[in-house]
């Protein structure tokens, strides 16, 4: 076992969280008074112009770090893999005009740009690698979110060990940001299983637990209100701040 995975799988066990130290000590200690005090002014600053610092190419971690829940292993999941995802389709749904399900040559026609950025895992680790796949903004596009839609939620193929599935949730700003993909490269590759495959999203505006691997689906509603512990993301649910910007 990784023994990243191992420490969480640990942790998990002694009803922690995987990334719950450091966490503990960013939302109990001095730093978060500070970060709750400002978080509307970082919210504007970040969302409308902050834009998350570029690397050049050769800054690249070839060896990206593989973090969080097990690679699906499921029927479903193991059968798309096989076929190199040929029968995967993206839904896009929810409150929207036209729902989509996107294959992975469609997505790819959405369009394709190529970010190199650093991924900041609230456990203290961060990894430069390269990003490629279309605007997350334009895939929603598609799909002409209604004027009630609020905000999209990443449903993923993975679950942990008690069957809780991952999730994550974006605002439409957040979405809208111009840095924020759905990844279907890494480092000039097609995404491995282990690094989220076939799709992913990728906001390096925020900490690592929002980008979320092996999407297959995203809604969008008006509320999170309701969805399994309501906090909008599965670390969420297990008090992770919502709003993760870095
Ligand atoms: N579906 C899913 N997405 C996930 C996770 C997960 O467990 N399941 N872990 C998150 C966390 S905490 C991190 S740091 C990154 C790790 O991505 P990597 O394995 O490509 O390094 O994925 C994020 N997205
Ligand atoms: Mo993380």
Known sequence: MKRGLFVASSLASLGL???GPLKDALTNGPFHSVLSG???????????????????????????RVN???????????????????DYRLIVDGLVDRPQKLS???LRAAGSLAQ?????CVEGWSAIGKWNGPRLGTVLAMAQPKAAARYC???????????????????????????????????????????????RLRIPTQLGYKSA??????ELVATLDGLYGGGGGYWEDQNYDWYAGI
């Open 17 to 19: 969280s995987g990334c």
């Open 38 to 64: 400002t978080e509307g002014l970082n919210r504007v600053v970040i969302d409308t112009r902050g834009m998350a610092r570029l690397y050049p190419d050769s800054a690249v971690d070839r060896n990206f």
């Open 68 to 86: 969080g829940l097990d690679t699906p292993s499921d029927d479903l999941y193991t059968r798309l893999a096989r076929s190199g995802f040929r």
């Open 104 to 106: 992975l040559p469609e």
């Open 116 to 120: 190199t950025t650093r991924h900041d």
């Open 153 to 199: 939620v990443f449903r993923c193929f993975d679950r942990d060990a008690s069957g809780q599935p991952y999730y994550e949730s974006l605002d439409l700003h957040q979405a809208a940001h111009p840095q924020t993909l759905l990844a279907l490269d890494l480092n000039d590759a097609a995404l491995d299983p282990d690094h989220g495959a076939p799709v």
């Open 213 to 218: 691997k092996w999407v297959s689906r995203i």
